[in-house]
């Protein structure tokens, strides 16, 4: 057929009655339009089809009329040729994965064609309609980007004005300096996962996985394969037992690292083979010459089961007489204990100090096993390279970490195994995990032939871990004059079928409960168990939300019981210098009563605003919630770089700072242009080769708010000693040509560890007592909310949040990750969940926000520390910005209306529910106590006396007893 | 579990105690016992309540069949079970039910007979918040615990236990068929002769009926009242898998033990009386339950030197290095046992004391050669002994037929570390044989043990391969070794090679041995690779009783002997551990020891225990108040010892290279040296070095200079100043178990 794209008539091949539009353009090469949840509900697949705009993934072909005029991004504009809309995505923060934005760019080409002059409202109300998501950015950005750009296409602004000039005195830092990346993005020509896929040579195999979505629990009786290795186009379909047969050991190398942990070996198979653990466990693979065939064939793929009885949340696994899920270990397999004050000589001492003061509040809560939902899906592609190496491009926030939990799984040694980062549309944690990236392996190390795996949404919805659902208890008290004496809590957190990394995140509850405040009595804990859920995986600001969830909604509450306003009570107790946190150490800084300064004035008036504002059909309210997160993996963290001067004089920068739309590319540049500031160089000069282990560094896992400081810090070493060799005795610098005359190095690698940082200790297995990283970041959180009585909807009205990362590198990127970060804690809030395995299975239906479900009001303040210890003042950024203030809507939604939502999410039924019952006069009754495994002062007990040999900084010491630790 | 560490799959470590097996309810005795012996009576009390469902009633009813299997029963009386859970709940702080807030589950689940087994099956699912309805056909609960017990006791007890639940109960209900009932699932616990609906047991799972959903259990099925109440606690799993899965196949409880009572060290010690003749305070419940042996399989943590140290058993020893050998840390490479893998000493004690003969102690040799093959064995642990035993395998070895003689059939096999200790143990012996047999070769080298033990495979099997050679060379003679390891080492892998012992043939010989006239009491300590040669342990009682010695016997020997800790050469890898197990190793009593092994008896004479290698008393050396040779010293006594025997036997001559440099060590830096594992001969090639390269750094302060070289993978660094007159004198020196990376 023929079709006029992008102003030319073009003609096609197409199959009508199965092709989308998506599909045929992208046949075509214009892979600018992206295909996410392909169920229409993410709009990246947006195109102008005669003049109107649709999502192109739902349009069949055969729909379209021939000679249909279709606009794509490719068609608004190229990099030689930008369109104004794309100038100002670039300059505006408007890009940050990229993945949605040549949707959001065709969808505001057609916004603009219709009203060219819009209002904020009327964009949201656009891109609400034509259901545009963006689920980095939080929105604001975007709507920012189409006002300039709209501006100027009415001419009343240049693209110079909306443009980020290089500052003449070369001082870049915290200036908004453009993403490297950012071209590529806004013209559709960055290719990502699926790109990559259609772009590869043609004998390559297509890989669907048998996910036999029948059972949480299940023991495998029989894989029948026979039929499927029957079907047209198949080349292999792989089992565990190929696998095995190839050398490797179906295991993946998943450690567990805590004293307590009851488990050491892995728990998690490539492929399943005796048991099916979880919903979305995988059997095997097929292997064929196009999707379709191997799809059809993953069809007739027999698997026979007998189902078990499953647990499908913490509180089933861990009743006395539960059953084992992994038989090696109890359902709990690991649990830290934080004790402080009088807790530290006997536990119980807490209970009666807390029994004994003035006021003091309980309460029990839930929070949701929260889905990351990235727009783009999962997709890998793996092949052996020119040296032999077996290279999987991918999308994953530690490329080396993940050659380390692939270990020898697919047989294929370590050193034979290369990761590569494709473009890749965001993540916020789930590509920490390896999983995916075994799968492609162990196919194309069995078939020795290059593969490419791309899940379906749903596929990938239910294989990728999720945030770990945490059920905790707590009591807090303070004294009459608002002074808090002491807290009890415990947390259950439920760690779903896999246990790695579960006894890593315990540490977070018991760091970050109570954070920033001065608690002088703690007796708490923190246990983790294994369920038949899906596999709990690192999210942003990982495990610190579960800790907010209680203490943030507790200290409004003792607030509330002891008749002082929240701000005031907060106040009261936050952290002056000096004073220890729970963990019996210092904060490492003290910005928390300028940060409440700062807060004073727009709490004031928000409180002014919504008691001017509530209405009974509208109630309005306000909501505090204090967060912050650790900065770096702790002790043992370490990150290289490499630095080298090019013959034009230009730099090359190696590293390994995974892009996933949060900024690895700009970050690096900016830690770079201000370590080689000296020698006078531009972002235009710095040439990033970035996230490809067979060529690039080790700077670490994009994760754990330490890529800045880390890579940051690395670079400066590495900046200085490419200085130093530069350097004349005149002080000027030596050109390219001149160190190769000289015979000097012109690379030059640094290498960065936490451990320089005097007094970093993990935190004691037996007390909790510790100090395991070397920075923080605050953030203070404040949500305004409407809540409609008739239906118990919330609508959070504006945010805004006061932060702490130190000095800002890159006052864009560091907003991506602010507004981004408040956009998914207003999602954690209200609607985000991923329970119930047969609706969850997209991003709409598992409760994204869409724009109007963000606030055009976000604010964030930055009170920049100068962080001595961080790179350039910085600390790190991220982790802070969604650890409470999913609190801060709850909170407010309680001083709206009076129901406080103890188990999240806080949907429109559950307010309603709650509104309902006030209304008769009733009283709503907090949730009991949760049984948690055991009384909390038992099990304190428990421990006290069963000490575990403590290891220090390092986990490995007390295994080998004494002395030195062996790489 | 990857199939390398299926080896530990028939180890006991878990199996349940005697009692436990036994006891209804599967109480795990060793957690409770263990809880109660701290004192800490309200965890233990937990841990009966929720093994018993109703303790109360429990305690007050159960006849203990714990005590018919309890292993104290003859050695001062069965522990007092009952009387600990009595005391467990007299003085526990909480005995509240625990509260379990969870949603409601929705199924609706029937009970039919408010007796208590019924009772129990409706504790355990209430508490999960399944819905449940009794029928009981009488006007109250409790059914036959009426002719048992006062029923005050038992329906406080049901009363305590259901504080927190809720169901629904329909007294004076007679269900007479089941048809009329619609439900999810029933349990039938109708009693004694009750009513069971036709149905009857079916074999596909427990309590599982010929009618799906339907389960029976309890008095009815012919147990006993707690078996009844076991019933009814474990019929809830049978029930929530049926409304699961819609299947009736929960797995029988498992029953029995495979313990042995073999496996169990038994202390006598009398049963503790309650002083006011009924139940125990807490110090009486405190010292019974010490008695408590909390019975386990644990022959190896107790006696092999290795677990014992580390207190941990095979399975946990496979799983560490399971993620030693693949893996995987938050940042790179962790490797959680290395020191544990090195620290074997390979002595076999954990195979021959474990019951089911699991040979730890192999999973190792074969984990560290899994280790050096991935290169993630550090090499430090091994790299002096690996040199070492080149030495002794090039410049130090001398491989020869007797002079005259084509072929032979003897070959003596002194092994590397006995002329080290002593040339005349080597001299002396050679001197012996060709007497009694003119041709007997020698063969002075290194029967590979250092590779063996750093899992080097591929070195080891040159040093196999070298000595098969000059074994058929030699005329493939019967070897006659004076080392046990030597033996074991060869006939291990070079099984065609006939062995025999020195101290066999001087004892079946005879000699002229000079007898002690003190009559001196000693104690022969086997090493630990004679273990299994008896016929030579009796010979070197022999000799011994012979020279006039009073032989007093060790508690471990013989097939039980034990390692002085040198196998493996693990010192190097974790000293502490060496010390800590020579010091055991040597207190074992005060004699003067008798060994045959000259390893153990250099450390044993390191930590000043007197003691006597066999030669020593056999060739009347005087070797009482020696001073053993340091590292270096035993490498030119090697060297001497070749030149010796050429002389002496072969008349050969030969002169010993002095060294091109002089650097004078000091009394203390040469200790230094020994103790670091530095050879006084590196010192000199590295000054050497230092000196023709110029690679050197002159600290003007202490006018020395500072180099370093590396040998083999060791760098070493050396400090030391010019001497006036000529050459040089070392002032220190240290080395680093890493390379210098020069440049980029």
């Known amino acids: 057929m023929w079709l006029n794209i992008n102003g030319a008539n073009r003609m096609l091949i197409c199959n009508p009655e199965k092709d989308?539009?998506?599909?045929?353009?992208?046949?075509?090469?214009?892979?600018?339009?992206?295909?996410?949840?392909?169920?229409?509900?993410?709009?990246?697949?947006?195109?102008?089809?005669?003049?109107?705009?649709?999502?192109?993934?739902?349009?069949?072909?055969?729909?379209?009329?021939?000679?249909?005029?279709?606009?794509?991004?490719?068609?608004?504009?190229?990099?030689?040729?930008?369109?104004?809309?794309?100038?100002?995505?670039?300059?505006?923060?408007?890009?940050?994965?990229?993945?949605?934005?040549?949707?959001?760019?065709?969808?505001?080409?057609?916004?603009?064609?219709?009203?060219?002059?819009?209002?904020?409202?009327?964009?949201?109300?656009?891109?609400?309609?034509?259901?545009?998501?963006?689920?980095?950015?939080?929105?604001?950005?975007?709507?920012?980007?189409?006002?300039?750009?709209?501006?100027?296409?009415?001419?009343?602004?240049?693209?110079?004005?909306?443009?980020?000039?290089?500052?003449?005195?070369?001082?870049?830092?915290?200036?908004?300096?453009?993403?490297?990346?950012?071209?590529?993005?806004?013209?559709?020509?960055?290719?990502?996962?699926?790109?990559?896929?259609?772009?590869?040579?043609?004998?390559?195999?297509?890989?669907?996985?048998?996910?036999?979505?029948?059972?949480?629990?299940?023991?495998?009786?029989?894989i029948d394969t026979s039929e499927a290795e029957k079907m047209p186009g198949v080349v292999k379909v792989i089992t565990a037992k190929d696998i095995k047969a190839a050398g490797g050991t179906n295991i993946m190398a998943e450690g567990h690292f805590h004293e307590r942990t009851t488990i050491m070996v892995p728990s998690r198979t490539v492929l399943c083979e005796d048991k099916i653990y979880r919903y979305g466990d995988v059997v095997a693979l097929v292997c064929a010459d196009t999707k379709d065939h191997a799809r059809a064939a993953a069809e007739k793929v027999k698997v026979e089961i007998e189902k078990l009885p499953e647990y499908l949340g913490y509180l089933d696994a861990v009743m006395p007489d539960a059953m084992r899920i992994h038989k090696d270990t109890p359902n709990i397999f690991a649990l830290q204990p934080v004790l402080k004050g009088v807790g530290l000589d006997e536990p119980s001492k807490v209970a009666e100090v807390i029994d004994n003061s003035a006021f003091s509040v309980e309460g029990s809560f839930f929070a949701t096993r929260e889905p990351h939902l990235s727009i783009e899906g999962d997709t890998v592609q793996a092949y052996f390279d020119e040296d032999g190496f077996l290279a999987i491009q991918c999308k994953s926030q530690g490329v080396y970490s993940s050659i380390g939990r692939i270990g020898n799984s697919v047989g294929v040694p370590k050193d034979k195994i290369r990761i590569i980062m494709n473009p890749t549309g965001a993540s916020f944690g789930w590509s920490t995990n390896a999983g995916d990236l075994c799968l492609a392996a162990a196919a194309t190390a069995v078939?020795?032939?290059?593969?490419?795996?791309?899940?379906?949404?749903?596929?990938?919805?239910?294989?990728?871990?999720?945030?770990?659902?945490?059920?905790?208890?707590?009591?807090?008290?303070?004294?009459?004059?608002?002074?808090?004496?002491?807290?009890?809590?415990?947390?259950?957190?439920?760690?779903?079928?896999?246990?790695?990394?579960?006894?890593?995140?315990?540490?977070?509850?018991?760091?970050?409960?109570?954070?920033?405040y001065v608690v002088p009595n703690v007796a708490g804990i923190s246990r983790i168990a294994i369920t038949n859920h899906n596999f709990g995986t690192a999210y942003r600001s990982y495990g610190s939300p579960q800790a907010f969830t209680l203490s943030e909604a507790l200290m409004d509450m003792l607030a509330e019981k002891a008749g002082i306003d929240p701000f005031e009570f907060r106040w009261r107790n936050i952290a002056r210098t000096g004073e220890l946190n729970i963990n019996s150490h210092p904060f490492r800084l003290y910005p928390m009563e300028k940060m409440m300064e700062m807060m004073k004035p727009h709490y004031d008036k928000a409180v002014k605003e919504a008691k001017e504002k509530d209405t009974p059909e509208v109630r309005r309210g306000v909501g505090l919630a204090w967060g912050g997160f650790n900065v770096s993996e702790g002790p043992t963290d370490h990150a290289t770089v490499r630095l080298e001067l090019n013959?034009?004089?230009?730099?090359?920068?190696?590293?390994?700072?995974?892009?996933?739309?949060?900024?690895?590319?700009?970050?690096?540049?900016?830690?770079?242009?201000?370590?080689?500031?000296?020698?006078?160089?531009?972002?235009?000069?710095?040439?990033?080769?970035?996230?490809?282990?067979?060529?690039?560094?080790?700077?670490?896992?994009?994760?754990?708010?330490?890529?800045?400081?880390?890579?940051?810090?690395?670079?400066?070493?590495?900046?200085?000693?490419?200085?130093?060799?530069?350097?004349?005795?005149?002080?000027?610098?030596?050109?390219?040509?001149?160190?190769?005359?000289?015979?000097?190095?012109?690379?030059?690698?640094?290498?960065?560890?936490?451990?320089?940082?005097?007094?970093?200790?993990?935190?004691?297995?037996?007390?909790?007592?510790?100090?395991?990283?070397?920075?923080?970041?605050?953030?203070?959180?404040?949500?305004?909310?409407?809540?409609?009585?008739?239906?118990?909807?919330?609508?959070?009205?504006?945010?805004?949040?006061?932060?702490?990362?130190?000095?800002?590198?890159?006052?864009?990127?560091?907003?991506?990750?602010?507004?981004?970060?408040?956009?998914?804690?207003?999602?954690?809030?209200?609607?985000?969940?991923?329970?119930?395995?047969?609706?969850?299975?997209?991003?709409?239906?598992?409760?994204?926000?869409?724009?109007?479900?963000?606030?055009?009001?976000?604010?964030?303040?930055?009170?920049?520390?100068?962080?001595?210890?961080?790179?350039?003042?910085?600390?790190?950024?991220?982790?802070?910005?969604?650890?409470?203030?999913?609190?801060?809507?709850?909170?407010?939604?309680?001083?709206?209306?009076?129901?406080?939502?103890?188990?999240?999410?806080?949907?429109?039924?559950?307010?309603?529910?709650?509104?309902?019952?006030?209304?008769?006069?009733?009283?709503?009754?907090?949730?009991?106590?949760?049984?948690?495994?055991?009384?909390?002062?038992?099990?304190?007990?428990?421990?006290?006396?069963?000490?575990?040999?403590?290891?220090?900084?390092?986990?490995?010491?007390?295994?080998?007893?004494?002395?030195?630790?062996?790489? | 579990m990857t199939e390398q560490n299926e080896f530990v799959k028939e180890c006991l470590q878990n199996e349940r105690a005697f009692c436990t097996a036994e006891c209804p309810f599967n109480l795990d005795v060793r957690d409770f016992v263990?809880?109660?012996?701290?004192?800490?009576?309200?965890?233990?009390?937990?841990?009966?309540?929720?093994?018993?469902?109703?303790?109360?009633?429990?305690?007050?009813?159960?006849?203990?069949?714990?005590?018919?299997?309890?292993?104290?029963?003859?050695?001062?009386?069965?522990?007092?079970?009952?009387?600990?859970?009595?005391?467990?709940?007299?003085?526990?702080?909480?005995?509240?039910?625990?509260?379990?807030?969870?949603?409601?589950?929705?199924?609706?689940?029937?009970?039919?007979?408010?007796?208590?087994?019924?009772?129990?099956?409706?504790?355990?699912?209430?508490?999960?918040?399944y819905d449940v309805t009794i029928y009981e056909k009488s006007y109250l609960l409790g059914g036959h615990l009426f002719d048992l017990l006062n029923p005050e006791i038992f329906l406080d007890d049901i009363k305590q236990q259901f504080i927190n639940e809720n169901y629904t109960l329909l007294l004076n209900t007679e269900i007479s068929s089941l048809d009329d009932l619609s439900y999810d699932a029933i349990y039938i616990a109708t009693g004694k002769g009750g009513n069971d609906f036709g149905l009857s047991h079916n074999e596909e799972g427990a309590f599982a009926t010929t009618k799906s959903g339907v389960f029976i259990g309890g008095s009815i099925a012919g147990v006993d009242t707690m078996t009844a109440i076991a019933h009814g606690l474990n019929v809830s799993g049978a029930i929530e898998r049926f409304l699961k899965v819609g299947k009736m196949n929960h797995p029988e409880e498992a029953t029995g033990t495979k313990l042995l009572y073999e496996g169990i060290r038994i202390t006598k010690a009398d049963a503790v009386e309650p002083s006011n003749g009924k139940t125990f305070t807490k110090e009486e419940s405190v010292d019974e339950a010490n008695r408590c042996l909390k019975c386990a399989c644990d022959a190896c943590v107790h006696h092999s030197p290795l677990m014992n140290y580390f207190k941990k058993f095979p399975k946990r020893i496979a799983d560490e290095v399971e993620v030693t050998i693949r893996p995987s840390t938050l940042d790179g490479n962790g490797t959680v046992c290395t020191r544990l893998i090195s620290t074997c000493n390979h002595c076999g004690l954990c195979k021959e004391v474990c019951p089911k003969d699991i040979d730890t102690g192999e999973f190792l040799r074969e984990s560290m050669q899994a280790m050096h093959k991935k290169g993630a064995m550090p090499w430090a642990f091994h790299e002096f002994y690996m040199r070492d035993m080149e030495f002794s395998n090039n410049e130090a070895a001398l491989?020869?037929?007797?002079?005259?003689?084509?072929?032979?059939?003897?070959?003596?096999?002194?092994?590397?570390?006995?002329?080290?200790?002593?040339?005349?143990?080597?001299?002396?012996?050679?001197?012996?044989?060709?007497?009694?047999?003119?041709?007997?070769?020698?063969?002075?080298?290194?029967?590979?043990?250092?590779?063996?033990?750093?899992?080097?495979?591929?070195?080891?099997?040159?040093?196999?391969?070298?000595?098969?050679?000059?074994?058929?060379?030699?005329?493939?003679?019967?070897?006659?070794?004076?080392?046990?390891?030597?033996?074991?080492?060869?006939?291990r892998f070079l099984p065609e090679i006939e062995g025999q012992f020195l101290y066999n043939i001087i004892d079946e010989k005879g000699i002229n041995l000079k007898k002690n006239t003190k009559k001196?009491?000693?104690?022969?300590?086997?090493?630990?690779?004679?273990?299994?040669?008896?016929?030579?342990?009796?010979?070197?009682?022999?000799?011994?009783?012979?020279?006039?010695?009073?032989?007093?016997?060790?508690?471990?020997?013989?097939?039980?002997?034990?390692?002085?800790?040198?196998?493996?050469?693990?010192?190097?890898?974790?000293?502490?551990?060496?010390?800590?197990?020579?010091?055991?190793?040597?207190?074992?009593n005060n004699n003067p020891y008798i060994t045959y092994c000259s390893n153990c008896r250099d450390i044993f004479t390191a930590a000043k225990k007197p003691t006597w290698h066999i030669l020593d008393i056999i060739f009347d050396l005087d070797n009482?108040?020696?001073?053993?040779?340091?590292?270096?010293?035993?490498?030119?006594?090697r060297l001497k010892l070749k030149q010796q025997l050429l002389n002496e036997f072969w008349k050969e001559s030969s002169i010993m290279e002095k060294p091109a440099i002089e650097v004078l060590i000091s009394q203390e830096l040469k200790e230094k040296l020994n103790s670091k594992y530095i050879l006084e001969s590196d010192i000199y090639t590295i000054v050497g070095n230092c000196e023709q390269s110029g690679n050197k750094l002159f600290n003007p302060n202490s006018e020395t200079f500072t180099g370093y070289m590396q040998i083999g993978k060791m760098t070493y660094w050396v400090e030391y100043r010019a001497r006036q007159e000529r050459g040089f004198e070392l002032v220190n020196a240290y080395c680093h178990r890493m390379k210098i990376e020069e440049g980029e």
């Open chain 1, 20 to 222: 989308t539009l998506a599909d045929v353009l992208r046949r075509m090469g214009l892979t600018g339009t992206k295909v996410g949840c392909n169920k229409g509900v993410c709009g990246s697949c947006s195109v102008i089809l005669n003049g109107k705009l649709i999502r192109s993934c739902t349009k069949k072909i055969g729909k379209i009329d021939e000679y249909s005029q279709v606009l794509t991004i490719e068609g608004i504009g190229t990099p030689t040729n930008l369109h104004p809309i794309q100038v100002a995505w670039m300059q505006l923060g408007a890009v940050q994965c990229g993945f949605c934005v040549p949707g959001f760019i065709v969808s505001t080409y057609a916004l603009l064609l219709e009203n060219k002059k819009p209002t904020r409202e009327e964009v949201r109300d656009w891109f609400q309609k034509h259901r545009n998501v963006c689920r980095c950015t939080g929105y604001k950005q975007i709507v920012d980007a189409v006002m300039a750009a709209a501006e100027v296409m009415r001419g009343e602004k240049t693209i110079e004005d909306i443009s980020f000039k290089n500052p003449t005195d070369g001082e870049y830092y915290g200036k908004p300096v453009i993403r490297p990346t950012a071209l590529a993005k806004v013209c559709g020509l960055a290719d990502y996962g699926d790109d990559q896929e259609l772009k590869m040579p043609a004998e390559s195999l297509k890989v669907v996985m048998v996910q036999p979505k029948i059972a949480h629990h299940a023991n495998i009786i029989k």
């Open chain 1, 447 to 516: 078939t020795k032939m290059p593969v490419a795996l791309s899940m379906t949404y749903e596929e990938h919805q239910h294989f990728s871990g999720k945030r770990r659902p945490c059920h905790s208890n707590g009591r807090v008290a303070c004294d009459k004059n608002g002074k808090i004496t002491a807290t009890e809590f415990e947390f259950g957190m439920d760690q779903g079928a896999y246990t790695f990394g579960g006894d890593d995140i315990i540490s977070k509850q018991v760091r970050f409960a109570f954070f920033p």
């Open chain 2, 624 to 637: 009482e108040n020696r001073v053993l040779p340091t590292i270096s010293e035993r490498r030119d006594r």
């Open chain 2, 520 to 588: 001196e009491i000693a104690s022969v300590f086997d090493p630990c690779a004679s273990r299994y040669e008896s016929a030579l342990q009796s010979s070197i009682r022999n000799l011994a009783t012979k020279a006039g010695f009073n032989l007093e016997p060790l508690p471990m020997e013989g097939k039980m002997a034990e390692c002085c800790s040198y196998g493996g050469h693990v010192a190097i890898a974790y000293p502490p551990y060496v010390s800590h197990n020579v010091q055991k190793r040597i207190e074992q």
């Open chain 2, 34 to 129: 263990g809880k109660i012996q701290q004192g800490r009576f309200n965890v233990a009390y937990r841990t009966y309540q929720n093994a018993v469902g109703f303790s109360g009633i429990v305690s007050a009813l159960c006849p203990e069949p714990c005590k018919q299997v309890c292993p104290m029963k003859d050695a001062g009386g069965s522990i007092s079970m009952k009387l600990l859970e009595i005391a467990a709940m007299s003085y526990a702080r909480n005995t509240a039910p625990d509260q379990y807030n969870m949603p409601p589950k929705g199924n609706r689940i029937a009970i039919i007979g408010g007796g208590i087994s019924g009772l129990a099956c409706a504790l355990r699912l209430t508490t999960k918040k």
């Open chain 1, 647 to 967: 013959p034009d004089g230009t730099i090359t920068k190696y590293d390994t700072w995974q892009e996933l739309g949060q900024g690895g590319d700009i970050g690096s540049v900016m830690v770079t242009l201000e370590a080689l500031k000296p020698l006078g160089i531009t972002p235009e000069q710095i040439k990033l080769v970035q996230s490809d282990t067979k060529i690039c560094p080790d700077s670490g896992m994009s994760a754990g708010s330490r890529s800045h400081y880390m890579n940051g810090h690395a670079t400066i070493i590495a900046a200085e000693k490419l200085i130093n060799a530069m350097k004349k005795k005149d002080g000027t610098f030596r050109t390219y040509d001149e160190m190769v005359k000289e015979g000097i190095a012109t690379k030059y690698e640094g290498k960065y560890m936490t451990i320089v940082t005097p007094g970093l200790s993990r935190l004691d297995p037996n007390t909790g007592i510790g100090d395991p990283t070397p920075a923080f970041t605050y953030a203070l959180n404040m949500a305004e909310v409407a809540v409609d009585t008739k239906t118990g909807k919330t609508t959070v009205t504006r945010f805004i949040c006061v932060a702490d990362v130190g000095k800002v590198g890159n006052i864009d990127a560091v907003n991506g990750q602010a507004y981004g970060g408040i956009s998914h804690s207003i999602g954690f809030a209200l609607s985000e969940n991923y329970d119930d395995v047969t609706k969850h299975t997209n991003i709409a239906s598992s409760g994204v926000p869409y724009i109007k479900d963000i606030p055009d009001e976000l604010h964030v303040f930055y009170h920049e520390s100068d962080d001595k210890t961080g790179p350039f003042g910085s600390s790190g950024a991220s982790e802070a910005f969604q650890a409470s203030g999913h609190v801060a809507v709850l909170n407010a939604i309680y001083n709206a209306c009076g129901v406080r939502v103890f188990e999240m999410p806080a949907t429109k039924e559950k307010v309603k529910e709650g509104l309902d019952i006030l209304a008769k006069g009733g009283k709503i009754n907090p949730p009991k106590k949760y049984f948690l495994g055991a009384d909390l002062y038992d099990e304190l007990e428990e421990i006290k006396a069963n000490p575990v040999p403590y290891g220090g900084i390092d986990f490995f010491k007390p295994l080998g007893a004494a002395g030195e630790r062996f790489f």
């Open chain 2, 399 to 491: 491989v020869k037929l007797p002079k005259g003689h084509k072929k032979s059939s003897y070959m003596f096999f002194p092994g590397c570390q006995l002329g080290a200790s002593d040339p005349r143990y080597v001299t002396e012996s050679y001197k012996f044989l060709t007497q009694h047999f003119p041709d007997t070769a020698l063969m002075l080298n290194c029967c590979g043990a250092p590779a063996d033990w750093a899992g080097d495979v591929e070195n080891h099997a040159k040093v196999i391969g070298k000595i098969k050679d000059d074994w058929i060379n030699l005329g493939k003679p019967i070897a006659i070794f004076a080392c046990p390891m030597c033996k074991q080492m060869l006939q």
